[in-house]
T-cell receptor, first 109, second 117 residues
Framework: TQLLEQSPQFLSIQEGENLTVYCNSS?????LQWYRQEPGEGPVLLVT?????EVKKLKRLTFQFGDARKDSSLHITAAQPGDTGLYLC?????????FGAGTILRVKS | DAGITQSPRHKVTETGTPVTLRCHQT?????MYWYRQDPGHGLRLIHY???????DKGEVSDGYSVSRSKTEDFLLTLESATSSQTSVYFC????????????????FGSGTRLTVV
């Protein structure tokens, strides 16, 4: 069974602070994907990282895939209230996705 | 964007009754998935399909069955609903990423909130 451990579970920070969410596994994935989910909606894909060591930037969000393709991180710079939501990492293997438990982020103004 | 619709959006049903949830896509994507989402568990795969009449189990398939008689429709059936199946159910499709020809993205429906009383 493929498992993804995501941390922290909850994060409450002030506007302007930086934060990092971690996603770790003992399994190797063909890609690692990050999603954001709003209440009452399905997850929306933010980014897919495929190559070990890959770094992708999406405005104030930076995503990194570990060299061994077992772990990933999401770093948000200067968080804003609009970043509030549930962030999910997901590892792809054999045309399926396995998800971490998610990180609930709250950014206070 | 892949069009994906789930119905119903909300349902309340009694323990022991069968329930069918529907997922409809407007494009001919091969792979379709059913997940359930519960607090503290993220999303867990119930069943998935890799073509018409081709389906396979996920990690939490007990008590669920699926059918795919047409490319665009993927049905999830709770054969005899139990309170432990109260959850939010999401359908998803996978599709090639335009900027990453070697990888796939997943698009999710808006979910069905099912309550079993």
């Amino acid at each position: 069974t493929q498992l993804l451990e995501q941390s922290p579970q909850f994060l409450s920070i002030q506007e302007g602070e930086n934060l990092t969410v971690y996603c770790n596994s003992s399994s190797v994935f063909s890609s690692l994907q990050w999603y954001r989910q709003e209440p009452g909606e399905g997850p929306v894909l933010l980014v897919t990282v495929v190559t070990g060591g890959e770094v992708k930037k999406l405005k104030r969000l930076t995503f990194q895939f570990g060299d061994a393709r077992k772990d990933s991180s999401l770093h948000i710079t200067a968080a804003q209230p609009g970043d509030t939501g549930l962030y999910l990492c997901a590892g792809e293997y054999g045309n399926k996705l396995v998800f971490g438990a998610g990180t609930i982020l709250r950014v206070k103004s | 964007d892949a069009g994906i619709t789930q119905s119903p959006r909300h349902k309340v049903t009694e323990t022991g009754t069968p329930v069918t949830l529907r997922c409809h896509q407007t494009e001919n994507h091969r792979y379709m998935y059913w997940y359930r989402q519960d607090p503290g568990h993220g999303l867990r795969l119930i069943h998935y399909s890799y073509g018409v009449k081709d389906t396979d189990k996920g990690e939490v398939s007990d008590g669920y069955s699926v059918s795919r008689s047409k490319t665009e429709d993927f049905l999830l059936t709770l054969e005899s609903a139990t309170s432990s199946q109260t959850s939010v159910y999401f359908c998803a499709i996978s599709h090639p990423l335009l900027d990453r020809g070697d990888s796939y993205g997943y698009t999710f429906g808006s979910g069905t909130r099912l309550t079993v009383v």
